[in-house]
């Protein structure tokens, strides 16, 4: 995954998960962890996401549709936890609630791994941090120069500022190699911001890197309200149509394979190097099979696995 990162390589495919809460018992993580590695294992993917959940009530001040619950720390249940899982792991860190010395050690771990790592800043600027992310990616540039270090990209912040790919390219100046998106529901919203991304990139004579875009499939109008919660773009007309279709699930799966095909589509007749994240935002059972399904759609999209399931021959 490192090769693909540095290559920056299109058609990518990551699998996005949460660790467990950290009041299970220890018997409960384990079977948690053995469940995970065992679906992860029959997926046509090339790293997993571990992300690292914060409390981001400070955001905003509507209320949150599901309760925050602190989880397992996303480094040490990447490598510890699910230490049987062979694959590469990209590991989120908020480093705002991080000091200097915790950053450092939880880098030089994923870096003796073989991993990849994904820095977040703060939830909001009115939120108190022990770490700045523009200090965080100078440590890791300092401490760990070979780690690839990713960075997040919001197609809603860009609507509203204009901005956002100019605060990519300042990532990029710091040391980050690829980009991560957050869920993606509004096509325009993130094509526009591939777009200005990538001109930015070819007028300053830089490649542009890969750009994972995350769906995230969405089986309950709790789930819908969540992701809008998490600042997520759901277009009205959408929005409109999940709420009152038969199938909420089953529809929010068509979108997504129509919101990558489009993007792929645009990606590809633009050179932009894309690749895909799925996610599960949800803990419901029928959610994460929607996104385990979601992951063989987005494989076959890309080509990875031929319509019967199977990988291609080359």
């Known amino acids: 995954m490192r090769e693909h990162i540095r290559a920056n390589r299109s058609g990518l495919i990551t699998y996005g998960i949460t660790p467990p809460k950290r009041s299970y018992s220890s018997d409960r993580l384990v079977g948690v962890a053995a469940a ?31 309760p925050y619950l602190e989880c397992v720390e996303s480094t040490n249940y990447a490598l510890d936890s699910l230490a049987q899982l062979s694959i590469p792991k990209i590991v989120y860190r908020c480093v705002a609630p991080l000091s200097k010395e915790e950053l450092s050690t939880s880098l030089q771990r994923l870096h003796a791994s073989s991993c990849l790592s994904v820095l977040v800043g703060a939830a909001s600027r009115h939120q108190t941090s022990a770490l700045k992310l523009s200090d965080a990616y100078m440590l890791a540039k300092d401490t760990c120069p070979d780690l690839p270090i990713g960075g997040v990209l919001i197609a809603e912040r860009h609507q509203q500022s204009q901005a956002e790919d100019q605060r990519a390219i300042a990532k990029l100046d710091a040391g980050c190699t690829f980009f991560i998106s957050q869920a993606v529901y ?32 969405c089986g309950s109008l709790r789930t819908l309200d969540f992701l809008r919660w998490l600042g997520v773009s759901v277009p009205r007309w959408l929005e409109n149509d999940l709420r009152r279709s038969r199938d909420i699930l089953q529809a929010s799966l068509k979108v997504c394979g129509e919101v990558l095909a489009d993007l792929h589509d645009f990606a590809t007749s633009h050179h932009i190097p894309l690749g895909c994240n799925v996610e599960s935002v949800s803990l419901s059972r029928v959610e994460i099979e929607a996104s385990v399904e979601l992951i063989r759609l987005v494989a076959r999209q890309f080509g990875r696995i031929g319509h019967s399931g199977t990988e291609p021959s080359c």
């Open 186 to 217: 509004s096509i325009t919203a993130t094509k526009d911001l591939l777009s200005d991304f990538y001109y930015r990139c070819e007028a300053q004579q830089r490649q542009m890197p890969t750009v994972l875009i995350t769906l995230s499939p």
């Open 36 to 66: 995970q590695t065992e679906r992860i294992r029959q997926l046509p993917i090339d790293a997993l996401v571990v992300y690292d959940i914060q409390d981001e009530s400070v955001r905003t001040e509507v209320p949150r549709p599901f």
